[in-house]
């Protein structure tokens, strides 16, 4: 019996898990943004001393993830499952990123929603019995990300205004069933929402029907009232994806447009920082969130966030064959007090 | 207040078909304007010419005949493009060019040399040699094969 279950889509946990530390890492772009001071470490230069982009990716995950092991004074040995994942091919920068562990692990891919696939997945292992001690990740690297999805870096071309900047950067989260909080309440799981955008160059427009279908689902059944929230953050909608889901969800009767952000609208300045659209990329409400968001409910400027990273489900291929882009959103309620 | 059914393709479809949210998106997003696009385009573009055409001025005050002239100008500026692609200042140029740094010789330069830099990771086989053409591919692909066209239909009409 399915009692922890509250609709299709939501569930509420017996235990909230406790989220006791987290870590980022970004670019020097990022660093240059106006979240700067709430990054664990910020990158000179892109590729970190490494020979690729990929490599320079997957280095950057395997810092955070050591990173947020060592800041909570726990070691390999005390964490029970890994759940990590990217924006690449078969999901390689987390693969590299876990191999030396010796951590059980389980990869993910959810676009750019991995960071809220991670927490939510993390958190069920937890609550459900099955783990103590679960880090939940993801990353992703601007240069890799062109490379695999759209020009070489060198290529003179214009970017279109609604195109977003992929986040070089990468979080971690490390999960535990007992703590002092912040605590996973809620998770309101995403399912595919396609209103046939087949241009990559606005996946913020791809997206915002999904974020604005897990975000009413999520109010529909939990009984929550958007008031008691500080603050509803959608993952890398951007300043267009951003609008057209507020709209959407006015429309639906849900007014929250005075509580409703975006990490890839904060995460970059959009008027000295040339990055169109705004960011995106797993990194992206990855290091915001293990950043500034955890930092902010911990000090108790937030009491309660919604947090929801959004994906755009598409691949290379399927853009070539003319493919719609599927968008998803998981929706998860992190909040500083258990009750 | 809230819209009671479970699915959200209905809801979706209650406030806007497939069609409308396209045609609404369309109107969301911003759009570049064409005025600025085309001055830069314009300006840039008529600057890279007009190197082009110094060092073909040069190059026929040395003394060279014209076929040597137009051939030694389109290599300066093809090295001038690759250059500039190296050194990460093509890109930059593009940026606000758009076709007017696209167009002329210099583009197909970047074209080539862009991936060139991009899949040296992947080795000098599988990377460089295979990837070189990945931008520049289809415009020798459709641009030999319509001159062959051309040419067919110039020989049967003229017979020359």
Known sequence: ?339 | MLIQTDNMEARMDSLFTKKEYQDYVKKKSPNTSIIKNVIWAFIVGGIICTIGEAFSNFYVAKGFDKDTVSNLTSMTMIFLGAFLTGINVYDEIGKRAGAGSIVPITGFANSIVSPAMEYKSEGYILGVGSKMFIIAGPVLVFGIASSVIIGILFYIFTGV
């Open chain 1, 1 to 339: 019996m399915a009692n922890k279950k509250l609709s299709k889509q939501t569930i509420k946990f017996d235990n909230p898990p406790s989220i006791i530390q987290t870590a980022s890492i970004v670019g020097p772009k990022e660093g240059e943004g106006p979240l700067a001071r709430y990054f664990d470490e910020i990158l000179d230069d892109e590729l970190w001393n490494e020979k690729s982009w990929e490599k320079a990716e997957s280095k950057i995950l395997r810092e955070c993830i050591n990173k947020v092991v060592k800041k909570s004074a726990k070691a390999f040995t005390d964490v029970n499952y890994i759940l990590a994942g990217d924006l690449l091919n078969q999901c390689i920068s987390s693969n590299y990123a876990i191999r030396e562990t010796d951590v059980p692990f389980f990869g993910l891919y959810g676009a750019c929603s991995t960071m809220s696939e991670s927490l939510s997945l993390a958190a069920m292992i937890i609550d459900g019995g099955f783990a103590d001690y679960v880090i939940a990740a993801a990353s992703s690297h601007f240069c890799s990300a062109e490379r695999q999805f759209r020009v070489p870096l060198e290529l003179g071309t214009q970017r279109p205004l609604t195109s977003q900047w992929t986040v070089t950067g990468a979080g971690a989260s490390l999960l535990s069933s007992s703590g002092n909080g912040p605590y996973i309440t809620h998770v309101t799981t995403g399912k595919i929402i396609d209103m046939g955008i087949n241009d990559s160059n606005n996946m913020g427009a791809a997206m915002a029907p999904a974020a604005a279908d897990t975000i009413y689902a999520h109010f529909d059944s939990t009984g929550i009232l958007p008031d008691s929230y500080d603050l509803i953050i959608t993952g890398d909608l951007g300043y267009v994806g951003l609008e057209i889901a507020s709209d959407i969800l006015s429309k639906m009767g849900l007014k929250i447009s005075d509580k409703l952000t975006d990490c890839g609208v904060m995460i970059f300045d959009r008027e000295h920082q040339d990055v169109h659209a705004g960011g995106s990329g797993c990194g992206c409400c990855a290091s915001v969130f293990n950043g500034y968001l955890y930092n902010q409910i911990t000090s108790g400027n937030f009491n309660k966030i919604l947090f929801v990273a959004t994906g755009a489900l598409m691949s290379p291929t399927s853009i070539q064959q003319g493919e719609t882009i599927p968008g998803i959103a998981h929706a998860v309620t992190i909040q500083k007090n258990r009750e």
